[in-house]
């Protein structure tokens, strides 16, 4: 009973442990492969390739061009804006143009109307955004899965129709101005703008799901009932996620607003709000990287059709009275490539740059390694 | 107890139907009643073919307004090359059914086992798809389209002329109504798509396929669609593409929401509530410039939205739908 317990000390097997590191330095923990210093070579030459293509390639473009690729960006904001909800959550919002065009009329109202600089439109945008989405989250609280999109997509419909007729926000008909900020004004330091404000909401999204409310969000896509078990308030995170949903997407409205120098209510209608849930799904739900390419996609494909030669001689040999003009091309391609998502590649872009994105990361490349299985946008009894 | 929910429902609707009829005559915007009535038989024309499909799939089909616009597509198209108007008639018919056969095919099918949202976002593409290439060969103008019959003085009620083409409308709503109630209640085949949306497998185990149900079921609704299309919008007299969908889609999903999504006689009935509420507010003084409410564009989408709303929040199995 009075017998010391004896504790044996760690560094009893010390010199074995030594010997073992000295033999195979590279390794330090069984079964983590890390990339040999030779590894990571190829894997920063193509960051680098990436890092230029992102920041360098835009600057020898016109000004025209520039705003289209700050246009790209914005999207990605959206992309990812609308993954909180439709990724993270599982619910979808069919009305997602008129968060970003709330956001995009409020910037330009307060910088216009209301004399105040870039930075309060910005934050009043943001704010604009999340409030929209307290106040329809709030009232449809109970609603979920098919019955919650049918209220998005009539709210969509009621801004359209009724709150971008506001004549003293909006400027009715005629639209309202939206100038860039002052050490910004020009096209090229608007870009690295938008570039900076993309880096931080991709830094918040990768923090969010890292924390303890951001598992809460994956756990009630999973099965909300299940979640509910856990002591997760499937209400109140759910209005979370979408206030954070919307609060991103009146930022990115804020942008466009200002690339554009201008706003009109003629941009934000259904078929934008169709196009940026179809970009979010075939960028690839849940995956950062996947979502911002999709959302660029999106937004560049006109930029890329004009580029292309012989394609308007041979789209005009399709037998159409009319040209299948470069505007046109995101609706027509669009749910094409949304099919094709939908039944064969359900992680989208995403699953498909998995295996390099992992290898960038400092992984082994695995070309079978495509992560979940199938993206399931959520699973409702309605 | 079925029964006192079911009539529970029912009375609700009529307590609701009388008192807009009283606030309708005592503001003297009684011709709501009358315009309300022919625009929501068109709503529920499109809402019967909405609740068709979630009683066999269990899906919202986004792409059910769509299947509208091809018909009307077709039938532009076919009297503007100078085919008799009947013929054009059928022909827009079979285009719809065409489209609605081919959505089952390529996007219902393989989604079979899929989350029914993955099914709603994925009809919502073909309607974005219909509406693009509509767009892509007749540009977003609006074209004038023919009506059946051009005959207007009839009838009037209310001092609102009825023109037959409004009486084309009302009648077909009703005929068909009665036919796919007794068709889903009486016949075999009807009896045999509840059966498959409720139990698959049963169904399969006696020997009915499910897949060429599905595959009916759709088509009947595309069917719907174009029906609805082709009665409704050229009395207004011109066509747009995206039309159906901008005008027709979210106050008929209203309806059946409001009839209650599994209830087809529900379709009906939500559908000229929505109808004459959406009418009410499209004229009532208050509603405009310098009114007590004064709402800022068209009023009657902002009320299609509260009713939306509100029939989800306070009572979502609508009227004389089973408890959601």
Not at chain 1, 4 to 21: M, N, R
Not at chain 1, 28 to 53: N, Y
Not at chain 2, 141 to 159: E, H
Request: glycine share 12%.
């Amino acid at each position: 009973m009075g017998a010391p317990v004896t504790v044996t000390s760690p560094d009893a097997a010390g010199p074995v442990q030594e010997v073992a590191e000295e033999e195979t330095p590279a390794v330090t923990r069984p079964g983590r492969f890390r990339p040999s210093p030779l590894g990571w070579v190829p894997r920063l030459v193509v960051w680098a390739v990436i890092a230029w293509v992102v920041l360098i390639v835009p600057l020898g473009h016109s000004a025209i061009d520039l705003q289209d690729f700050t246009r790209a960006v914005c999207y990605a904001i959206v992309a990812l804006s609308l993954n909180v909800l439709l990724g993270y959550v599982g619910q979808i919002s069919l009305g997602h143009a008129a968060f970003v065009g709330i956001g995009a009329f409020m910037s330009a109202y307060m910088v216009t109307t209301q004399g105040q600089s870039f930075w309060i439109g910005v934050l009043a945008a943001g704010a604009i955004g999340g409030a929209q989405a307290l106040v329809l989250g709030g009232v449809s609280l109970r609603i979920r899965g098919l019955y919650f999109a049918l209220v998005t997509l009539s709210y969509g419909l009621v801004a359209e129709e009724n709150i971008f007729q506001i004549e003293s926000f909006t400027g009715g008909g005629a639209g309202q101005q939206a100038p860039k900020p002052q050490w910004f004004e020009s096209e090229w330091r608007y870009y690295y703008l938008c570039l900076g404000f993309l880096a931080i909401v991709l830094l918040l999204d990768w923090r969010l799901m890292r924390s303890k409310g951001g598992r809460a969000l994956l756990a009630l896509r999973e099965n909300p009932r299940v979640a509910s078990t856990f002591g997760i308030n499937v209400r109140i995170a759910t209005l979370f996620a979408f206030v954070v949903s919307g609060v991103i997407a009146g930022l990115a409205g804020a942008l466009i607003a200002h690339n554009d120098l201008g706003v009109s209510a003629t941009t934000w209608n259904f078929n934008l709000s169709l196009v940026f849930v179809i970009m979010t799904v075939v960028g690839g739900l849940r995956s950062r990287y996947g979502l911002v390419i999709g959302g660029a996609f999106f937004a560049l494909m006109p930029y890329f059709l004009e580029k292309i030669p012989g394609l308007d001689n041979a789209l005009a040999k399709i037998p159409a009275p009319f040209d299948l003009t470069p505007e046109l091309a995101p609706l027509v391609v669009g749910p094409l490539l949304l099919l094709l998502n939908l039944i064969q590649f359900p992680g989208g872009i995403g699953q498909q740059l998995r295996p390099i994105a992992r290898w960038l990361g400092g992984h082994r490349f695995d070309l079978h390694d495509r992560g979940l299985k199938e993206v399931q946008i959520t699973d409702v009894r309605a | 107890m079925e029964l006192l929910r079911a009539r529970r429902g029912l009375l609700i609707g009529l307590v609701v139907l009388i008192a807009l009829v009283v606030v309708l005559f005592a503001t003297g915007e009684e011709q709501a009643l009358v315009i309300g009535t022919i625009s929501g038989s068109a709503y529920g024309l499109v809402a019967v073919g909405l609740v068709l499909v979630y009683k066999s799939s269990g899906v919202f089909n986004f792409a059910q307004g769509e299947f509208g616009g091809v018909a009307l597509a077709t039938l532009y198209l076919l009297d503007a090359n100078d085919v008799p108007y009947a013929l054009a008639v059928v022909g827009a018919l079979v285009a719809a059914v065409v489209a609605g056969f081919l959505t089952e095919r390529i996007v219902v099918r393989p989604l079979f086992e899929s989350p029914r949202v993955t099914l709603l976002v994925a009809t919502a593409g073909v309607a974005l798809l219909a509406i693009a290439i509509q767009v892509w060969f007749f540009d977003s103008q609006g074209r004038p389209i023919a009506k059946a019959f051009t005959r207007t003085d009839r009838f009037s009620v209310l001092d609102v002329q009825l023109s037959d083409q409004r009486i084309w409308l009302i009648v077909t709503l009703l005929v068909l109504a009665a036919v796919l109630g007794l068709f889903f209640t009486r016949t075999n085949l009807g009896l045999a798509v509840i059966g498959a949306s409720q139990e698959p497998t049963a169904t399969e185990l006696v020997g009915i396929s499910v897949r060429r149900l599905s595959t009916f079921t759709w088509s009947l609704a595309a069917l719907l669609g174009g029906l609805a299309a082709v009665i409704a919008v050229p009395d207004t007299g011109s066509f747009t593409p995206g039309v159906m969908t901008s005008n027709y889609l979210i106050p008929a999903f209203t309806a059946a929401v409001l009839g209650g999504m599994t209830s087809l006689p529900g379709a009906v009935v939500g559908g000229v509530l929505v109808g004459i509420v959406q009418s009410y507010a499209t004229s009532a003084s208050i509603f405009q410039d310098g009114g007590a409410l004064d709402v800022p564009g068209t009023p009657g989408t902002l009320i299609v939205f509260v009713v939306l709303v509100g029939v989800l929040v306070v009572r979502p199995q609508g009227l004389l739908g089973k408890t959601a």
